[in-house]
């Protein structure tokens, strides 16, 4: 059994049919005071073999991240930014902050993978997956029901991806914008710097610190 994962996690969406890749569920999510869901972008590979795997999501960030980190493995550069995610967000940014993700939840916004090759191919993004993603992410919200979604990306995802209809609900100005979005339930979006490369655990965590102090979290 998975010591990470919420044991149940098929049957919450059974009756999603626009969820494709299921989410990793932290076996204490729905225990958790607040819950916050973390919005990851897309996977890539191959559209013949991994388009029809649905548990993509679950093994990157249970196998391919957690595994790793509770045998000690090194970590390499496309798994670091679930690492520079969990310092963020734990009460300690520090070598168990991998733990916090037995707490969250994790989906990715693409529901079909969108490229082969290196994360710039996006040769199977179309409209109609970016139409289909966005009913699952409210597919989503709907079961999960998080007090917080932390979207991993102010590029695109942000701005062209997620539904356009939206209203601002907190700023403070030069450091974050918090924000609902009309669609979806009334649930508060706060987008970051993706994790990866040039981000800052420090200055995020300072953020983040705003956030739940607004948000009561």
């Not at 300690?92 to 990715?108: M, R």
């Not at 993706?194 to 739940?212: I, N, Q």
Request: net charge positive.
């Amino acid at each position: 059994m998975d010591p990470f994962l919420f044991p149940d996690y098929e049957k919450l969406f059974e009756n999603c049919p626009h969820v494709n890749f299921f989410p990793h569920v932290g076996k204490n999510y729905f225990q958790s005071k607040k819950r916050i869901l973390i919005l990851g972008e897309s996977h890539y590979g191959s559209k013949e073999r991994d388009d029809s795997y649905r548990y993509m999501t679950i093994d990157t960030i249970d196998w391919c991240y957690l595994k790793w980190k509770s045998e000690g493995k090194p970590l390499v550069r496309w798994n670091r930014c679930y690492e520079n995610t969990a310092k963020v967000i734990s009460p300690i940014a520090d070598a168990e902050s991998y733990k916090i993700y037995s707490d969250v939840a994790f989906f990715n916004f693409f529901q079909k993978v969108i490229g082969e090759g290196n994360h710039a191919a996006k040769q199977f993004l179309t409209p109609e997956l970016i139409q289909e993603s966005r009913l699952a992410l409210k597919e989503v919200l709907d079961v999960l029901r998080p007090d917080l979604v932390i979207v991993c990306g102010t590029g695109k995802l942000q701005w062209n991806w997620l539904p356009p209809a939206r209203k601002n609900i907190w700023t403070v100005p030069g450091k974050l914008t918090l924000f609902t979005i009309d669609e979806y339930p009334a649930i508060p979006f706060w987008c970051i710097r993706h994790p990866s490369a040039f981000f800052s655990v420090t200055r995020y965590r300072e953020r983040f610190a705003l956030v739940k102090d607004y948000l009561q979290l």
